[in-house]
């Protein structure tokens, strides 16, 4: 299935494939991701690279928002050899302290973000440290980092040990620094880079759009220099700590944080780690299912887990707050759109708040872009989850499923040939993905409905300007078609009558058109519902970066 | 077209300064409406079925509805512009007492509106027939009123004598003299033509040519005292017109034509006019017209007398 799997290269210091057999308890997260990196994304050249500088500009993102920063992120990748690149990717964060660089690049699951739950970009916390291991196993060169934080700028390599899921890491020089900011640096093989739509330039151009906050700049391999600016300076809301629900919880996720946990027993874990999980609940479940909740979190199995969420499906629960959702808003996706894709017209709605699963607030938000500067002949989808561009596995998403129910014809909008493009948000603390790749929403009903819904009422809105601007088409139109008529009809008319001269009749008929077809498109402006944003779309950014 | 311009109004005829009156009153309507600072708009009777009535007269004829045309509205401005330009040609054919056919005025009229402008007056001479009609109706005029020639068809014979006035003479035409192909009746017979006498007790109107001239060889009309014409099928306006003015004169007018769908329609045109030419209906129509010739009954009535055998035998 994975055609790189068996190429470890040879000067790799990790153990060997012998040794990873002998020892079977030791096999490590590491080892475990290695085998499955397809999981997380690493398939396909192309799509390795996006899913590469994904995880980077993820994080990325997520830090200058923790900490109130607007961001400005820089990618470079140089084409080092055949599907051989290196890839910089710098931004303005804080930085990483040292004790965590390690840990944040070198291990797996050791994230900042998976013991806290909140509506972030990335969440699963393997990202990172799955770039720095595919690095090493394609090129065997370690990572470096520079991260400039509280005064002090640390210079890195970091290597994952694959046996035993730790960083070994080669600090190279410490020194003042009167910055923040972090840059990571790797060699990547086996990716390539390309400028299909799935590619990293697309990939960076939907982050911009999604993230207005922030500035974007890609250097591409042969010096092709893009630059996303910055469409509003205001961050976004920080995101709410909250503990996940236990409804929103896969059976993956519910696994691979029982293993990184330091409870000594589940139930622990499970009380600890999800909100509204009271030790009532335990007993409930107890009663429902047959799992061992005084064994180690450490020890549960694929199969419990799978029994955990299906019974915790069953029980009752406290709907997590309202408020641990962030849409982007209606306002900054409209500026962002208008910035990055120019289109003729634009129509953004925003929706409220609703819930699926029984307990998951959730907020769908859809700007449509139409004509303009958008001169694909085909009617484009971006997918989006908490801001973050969903580039793969679209045909099984709610999203590109809703888009197709809707009867496109109604809004005169053809899908197959018309220059629009259909953006679409989810907000939420529990994202319905689809798989551990995360690049897909499923399709559960009130998610897709409400998806269906707030598309086709955006949509409603490109409607109205499309049949305005036809109008005011068909007007200026019908003002030239009567004004080239109007010199015969004078002479004709000043010499039939035997009065008046033509040039008089000329100009008053011009004067007559002109009053008349000036009048109907004055009208027409008045009757304008809106769409143009009046600012008056709820705030979003709470504080200015200093 | 010649330069032959005459001097103003003297010696125009009065039909011909009554259609200048219209015209220029219709121009003049049009510009008041342009100074008031509204559209100048043109108002026609409605041609279609919806208003054409059979009623007791005994003819067709247009009802009451009429239709108001604006410069301002797209879809008629192009026509609009059309009208007017029509009808100031037809003002200059007047005025320089020149006759053109319908698609001669549409040669004239076929131009570019302009050097930048890929569009023409005219493109095709429908358009234009139609805006003559058009201008018949709302002026209640006919088109020979405006110097519009239209096909000649009809042939005459008997003892008529008529006085033409054409082309700055006077010529008189004698029926009884005109040989064995009779007197082509011309367009008009009504501007610049009068009948200076009539000796004749009905008309006779025979369908076929063929039929016409061997009555005519045989001098029927001098031995029955009669006006012999053929339409030569349909009849043209000026030979309707024509037939008409015999009626007004009082004599009776007998159709001949065959016994069939064409030969009907032929005859009842005569007699109530036409859908087409319904707004001239009360000019057209001859509503005393009979008809005469063999029908479906008298084929079951007479069948087997020994004078209709030989007819139908001839």
């Known amino acids: 299935m994975d055609p790189n799997q068996p190429s470890i290269p040879a000067n790799s210091d990790i153990g060997t494939q012998r040794d990873t057999h002998k020892d079977f308890k030791e096999h490590s997260v590491a080892e475990f991701f290695k085998k499955n990196k397809h999981m997380l994304g690493f398939s396909g050249k192309t799509r390795s690279l996006t899913t590469i500088i994904h995880e980077y500009v993820t994080n990325s993102l997520d830090a200058c928002d923790e900490h109130g920063i607007l961001p400005n992120i820089k990618v470079e990748i140089i084409e080092i050899g055949e599907e051989k690149y290196r890839i910089v990717v710098s931004d303005n964060g804080p930085g990483m302290p040292k004790n965590i660089i390690g840990k944040a690049l070198g291990k797996m699951l050791a994230g900042t973000k998976f013991h806290r739950y909140m509506q972030q970009r990335g969440q699963q916390g393997i990202g990172a440290t799955g770039c720095t291991m595919y690095a090493q196993i394609t090129t065997g060169q370690p990572f470096h980092v520079l991260s400039a934080h509280n005064g002090k700028m640390l210079s890195c390599d970091i290597k994952v040990n694959l046996k035993t899921n730790e960083p070994d890491m080669v600090i190279i020089g410490e020194q003042e620094a009167s910055y923040h900011g972090l840059t990571v640096e790797a060699e990547f093989g086996d990716v390539k880079f390309d400028k299909s739509s799935y590619g990293v330039l697309e990939y960076l151009k939907k982050t911009a759009i999604a993230n207005p906050h922030a500035q974007i700049e890609l250097v591409a391999p042969g010096n092709e220099y893009y630059k996303f600016s910055r469409s509003i300076e205001i961050a976004p809301k920080k995101p709410k700590e909250v503990k996940p629900h236990p409804l929103g919880i896969s059976v993956y996720d519910l696994q691979a944080m029982a293993h990184s946990s330091k409870e000594p027993k589940l139930s622990g874990f499970l009380v600890d780690s ?20 005084s064994k180690s979190p450490k020890e549960l199995s694929w199969e419990d887990s799978e029994k955990l969420v299906k019974a915790i499906q069953k ?27 120019d289109p003729e017209f634009i129509n953004v709605v925003e929706r409220d708040i609703k819930i699926y699963s029984g307990g ?66 989810i907000s939420s603390v529990h994202i319905p993905y689809v798989g551990a790749g995360k690049q897909a929403i499923s399709d559960i009903e009130e998610v897709q409905q409400e998806i269906k819904n707030a598309i086709m009422e955006a949509a409603r809105g490109i409607k109205i300007s499309l049949g305005r601007k036809r109008k005011v088409g068909d007007m200026e139109k019908k003002k030239t078609a009567l004004l080239r008529y109007i010199s015969r009809l004078s002479e004709d008319l000043a010499n039939l009558a035997e009065t008046g001269s033509k040039d008089d009749i000329q100009k008053k008929l011009t004067k007559i058109i002109e009053t008349k077809y000036m009048t109907n498109m004055v009208g027409e402006e008045e009757a304008k519902p809106e769409s143009s944003g009046a600012g008056e779309g709820e705030e979003n950014g709470g504080e200015k970066e200093e | 077209m010649a330069e032959k311009k005459k001097s103003e109004s003297a010696g125009r005829r009065s039909e011909d300064q009554q259609a200048l009156d219209r015209l220029k009153g219709l121009g003049k309507g049009m510009v008041t409406e342009v100074d008031g600072g509204s559209t100048p708009t043109f108002e026609t009777p409605l041609r279609g079925k919806s208003n054409i009535l059979f009623d007791t007269d005994g003819y067709l004829k247009l009802g009451d509805k009429t239709e108001t045309r604006k410069f301002m509205n797209l879809g008629q401005a192009r026509t609009f512009m059309q009208t007017i330009s029509v009808a100031n040609k037809l003002k200059q054919f007047i005025r320089e007492d020149l006759h053109t056919s319908i698609r001669g005025l549409y040669y004239q009229l076929k131009f570019s509106l302009g050097d930048d402008l890929d569009e023409s007056l005219f493109e095709e001479q429908s358009e234009s027939n139609v805006l003559v009609e058009d201008l018949e109706v709302a002026l209640g005029a006919k088109r020979e009123d405006f110097h519009l020639t239209t096909d000649r068809k009809g042939v005459l014979a008997g003892n008529i004598k008529l006085v033409d006035k054409f082309g700055g003479e006077e010529v008189t035409i004698d029926g009884t003299k005109q040989g064995r192909s009779g007197w082509m009746i011309p367009s008009d017979v009504d501007n610049g033509m009068e009948i200076e006498s009539l000796n004749a007790n009905y008309v006779l109107v025979v369908e076929k040519d063929a039929l016409w001239q061997r009555l005519n060889e045989d001098r029927f009309w001098q031995k029955e005292k009669a006006i012999l014409i053929t339409p030569k099928g349909q009849s043209s306006r000026g030979t309707r017109r024509m037939i008409r003015k015999l009626a007004d004169r009082g004599l009776p007018i007998y159709v001949f034509t065959d016994c069939d769908a064409w030969g009907w329609y032929i005859y009842w045109t005569l007699k109530t006019g036409s859908m087409n030419l319904a707004y001239l209906g009360k000019e057209f129509s001859i509503p005393n017209s009979r008809f005469i010739g063999v029908t479906m009954s008298d084929i079951e009535r007479y069948t087997t007398t020994k004078c209709f055998r030989e007819l139908c035998l001839v």
Do not use: H
């Open chain 1, 360 to 425: 998951i607030p959730f907020a769908v938000e859809v700007g449509i872009g139409f004509g303009g500067k958008i001169n694909e002949q085909k009617g484009e989808i971006y997918r989006y989850a908490n801001r973050t561009p969903l580039m793969f596995d679209a045909s099984g998403c709610a999203i590109a499923n809703a888009i197709k129910e809707i009867e496109w014809k109604r809004y005169n909008i053809d899908m197959e040939t018309d220059p629009a493009v259909i953006f679409v948000n």
């Open chain 1, 315 to 341: 029980l009752k629960w406290i709907a997590p707050p309202l408020d641990s959702v962030i849409p982007i808003g209606k306002d900054q996706i409209e500026k962002s759109m208008k910035n990055i894709l």
């Open chain 1, 274 to 293: 999800f909100s509204r999980f009271s030790p009532q609940k335990i007993s409930e479940l107890k009663e429902i299912i047959d799992v061992d909740f």
